[in-house]
């Protein structure tokens, strides 16, 4: 399995990122993905679910309204459209594979920095 997360970026307040995650070594379609992110001196926290199939998701409230999670399965690829970005969105951001409602794989991250 292989998770390899890119599209981070050094961006100004209220820009926009796309973040992609591409998966291999697993049948992607079978899982539900996940969008993790770090922020400095900070505990992890989850942005953003999707299910297997794609058709529905979830999102913490810090970003409900200002991110998407998507997923093409035809590609393997997890999506992050993130819009309207804030300084509190600095963070090291993963993707990780859902099985059995644990994350078993992550990817090593990709960094998203917002100044202000």
């Known amino acids: 399995v292989q998770l390899v997360e890119s599209g981070g970026n050094l961006v100004q307040a209220g820009g926009s990122l796309r973040l992609s995650c591409a998966a291999s070594?697993?049948?992607?379609?079978?899982?539900?993905m996940t969008w993790v992110r770090q922020a400095p001196g900070k505990g992890l926290e989850r942005v953003s679910r999707?299910?297997?199939?794609?058709?529905?998701?979830d999102y913490a409230d810090s970003v409900k309204g200002r991110f998407t999670i998507s997923k093409d399965i035809a590609k393997s690829t997890l999506y992050l459209q993130m819009s309207s970005l804030k300084p509190e969105d600095t963070a090291q951001y993963y993707c990780?594979?859902?099985?059995?409602?644990?994350?078993?794989?992550w990817g090593r991250g990709t960094q998203v920095t917002v100044s202000s």
């Open positions: 999707i299910n297997n199939k794609g058709d529905w998701a």
């Open positions: 070594g697993f049948n992607f379609r079978h899982h539900a």
């Open positions: 990780a594979r859902e099985n059995f409602y644990t994350l078993d794989f």
